[in-house]
């Protein structure tokens, strides 16, 4: 009992310090790749904080599944490096004993990565894709940031604002260019605001500026000095995105049947159940040699990692292709699993009882000479010569 707990302990300490590098990782990339798309105007900057947190959470799964693995993985190649696996074979438990306090943390965290996977993943990317459709409904005005050229949502206008609207609700330094029919039109203006008319359209209203009209490459250009012009925004039209198949629930993926919806939910499936056989495959592979180096078994894990995850992808693709089918594609990235987890096992079975049989035996040696004589001995020896027999007493 106190093993046990010692050993769910480590486990539990491990996964924990592989999480939450792992999970630093994921907001890394995440926040990366936003704050790419941000500063090309195709996100908002007040909308990457949100797209980071519904990112993170369709990605969590992943996240749990490598921690799973490299926390057992980790603490079973420690306890080889300290030499604690060679008290626990010469205590007569094999490998296998392993499969139980394994399966006792395992199970917890696979049922939670099944709860995300099914249910908490599409709901993030649902909510994802929902926010992303009422950023581009926006009217020009709202996208529009001090300091950042922004396009309109027809792409035909950009704007630029070189600082905020002041107390007089008035921004400052406006510059609007807009192409239409091969010509350009350059607006600039000291001041701008916004104005919105009884029927409900919007305008912007620059003051103290200049527009140019020409074709860009050409020197005939019209210059027009105004006073105050209004320019009307575009009103932003609701963007209606494709069906994607990862934002719909799980339970209309079973009650769809066709081709796209079995292919994931196939995925959905696979991912808790690779969850599970990933932290068997780290019993065996955690065998470190102490004379050997420390990483090749981590090396190993990872690229087995990839492979697997890769399989399992590829088999959605056929899924949804018809090339396979569901259960075919379900099954088939395990068995394969499941056939290299028990060859690992039995390779390590066989090179453990091997060392076990070269251990010698021990040898029974004689028992020491302390000097005293059995009497009986001596009378059976004189008898079968026919000389009598002395017994000497040793002081």
Known sequence: MIFRRALQREFTHVAAAVFVALFAVLITVVLIRLLGQAAGGRVPVDAVLALIGFGSLSELPIVLTLTVFLGVLLSLSRSYRDSEMVVWFASGLPLTAWIGPVLRFALPLTLVVGGMTLFLGPWANQKSYEYREQLESRDDTQRVAPGVFRESSGARRVFFVEAEAGEDGKVRNVFVSEEKGGKLSVVVASKG?????????????????????????????????????????????????????????????????????????????????????????????????????????????????????????????????????????????????????????????????????????????????????????????????????RQEQTP
């Open 193 to 389: 605001s916004i104005q919105t008319d009884e029927e409900g359209n919007r305008y912007v209203i620059l003051e103290q500026g200049r527009r140019y009209d020409g074709s860009p490459g050409t020197p005939e250009y019209r210059v027009m000095v105004f006073d105050r012009y209004l320019l009307r925004v575009e009103s932003g039209q609701q963007v209606t995105q494709p069906s994607r198949i990862r934002t719909r629930p799980t339970l209309d993926l079973i009650r769809e049947v066709d081709k796209f919806s079995l292919g994931e939910l196939s995925y959905r499936i696979s991912t808790p159940l690779a969850t599970l056989l990933l932290a068997l495959l780290a019993i065996p592979l955690s065998f470190v040699n102490p004379r050997a180096g420390r990483t090749n078994n981590l090396l190993l894990a990872i690229l087995i990692y990839l492979i697997y995850k890769n399989l399992i992808i590829v088999c959605q693709t056929w899924v949804s292709q018809e090339k396979l089918s569901f259960v075919s594609g379900l099954l088939l990235p395990h068995l394969l699993a499941s056939t290299l987890l028990v060859l690992f096992f039995y390779r390590r079975l066989t090179v453990t009882l091997f060392w076990r049989r070269r251990v010698p035996t021990p040898i029974a040696l004689p028992p020491e000479n302390t000097g005293e004589v059995d009497a009986n001995a001596l009378q059976e020896e004189g008898a079968a010569t026919g000389e009598p027999v």
